[in-house]
């Protein structure tokens, strides 16, 4: 008698592992999202992720938001977010094993910088490694060369001044400055500089221009202005205070740490 209900039991175990072969199983474990790239012209995202073994189905949303339902691929495209903010990815029915990533910029900051002229540093960097705004000397050392994605001046030479305009250049615009302190120092990086945008704070802006990019661009305080640097990241630059005294520029930046993405 025992041996017959030993048997039925493994015939019942035998059904119910058929049974879970033929449906999506349960997995254990967590989404891994390997990082987000721009598509659409910088105008979209696209995330990636790895996922545990045998998952097959997964969702993903934006900002709180179901967009993608039971995704069969370990990638979606969002093609019009609209703007930054964040993603979860997870399998389908599993909470638990979300990942997220998010593609909103870093902090607004408030630094300052001197004219090429000026008694203090110059140059504005964009670190994406450290996520953070950095600023430079931009004398004859070569070492912020590889650094340095814009920076503020007249144009004009030291016994000129600190008059106006200024402009926010790029860094390769100080072989033509007649302020800079070393003319045969070359191998400053190629940034470009829209005009200004239409917003009014910088906090509010959600994407910046696809074209319309200069050399440099002559500033407006408490305009706002998009960096396009040498690497295809975009930065933006608000100065808030201009000194005609001494060439000192108060100022508001942020930038997008995902190579090529204008959403912000």
Not at 59 to 76: A, C, H, R, S
Not at 97 to 112: G, L, N, Q, Y
Not at 225 to 249: D, F, H, Q, R
Request: charged content about 25%; aromatic content about 10%; glycine content about 10%.
């Amino acid at each position: 008698m025992k041996k017959i209900l030993a048997l039925a039991v493994l015939g019942i175990a035998a059904v119910g592992l058929i049974y879970m072969e033929g449906c999506s199983p349960i997995v254990e474990g967590k989404i891994k999202i390997t990082g987000a790239e721009a598509i659409k012209d910088g105008a979209g995202v696209k995330v990636s992720w790895d996922a545990p073994e045998k998952t097959t189905k997964f969702n993903v949303y934006f900002d709180g938001k179901l967009i993608g339902d039971k995704v069969t691929t370990e990638y979606y495209e969002d093609k019009k977010p609209g703007k930054a903010g964040e993603y979860w990815v997870e399998v389908a029915g599993n909470e638990n094993s979300r990942d997220k990533f998010s593609t909103e910029p870093i902090a607004v900051v408030s630094k300052e910088v001197y004219e090429l002229n000026g008694a203090g540093v110059s140059g504005i960097e964009f670190s994406v490694s450290g996520k953070a705004i950095n600023t430079h000397s931009m004398g004859s050392s070569s070492s912020t060369r590889d650094k340095v994605d814009c920076f503020f001046t007249n144009f004009k030479g030291k016994s000129e001044g600190f008059g106006t305009p200024f402009s926010l250049a790029s860094p390769d615009q100080c072989s033509k400055d007649a302020g800079n302190t070393d003319p045969s120092f070359t191998g400053w990086k190629k940034s470009a500089i829209s005009k200004a945008l239409e917003e009014s704070d910088i906090e509010k802006v959600v994407l910046v221009p696809e074209k319309g990019y200069f050399n440099y661009t002559d500033v407006v305080v408490n305009s706002i202005y998009a960096v396009e640097t040498a690497e295809g990241y975009y930065g933006l630059v608000m100065p808030t205070n201009i000194s005609t005294t001494n060439g000192k520029v108060e100022f508001k930046a942020t930038f997008q740490p995902v190579k090529g993405l204008r959403l912000f």
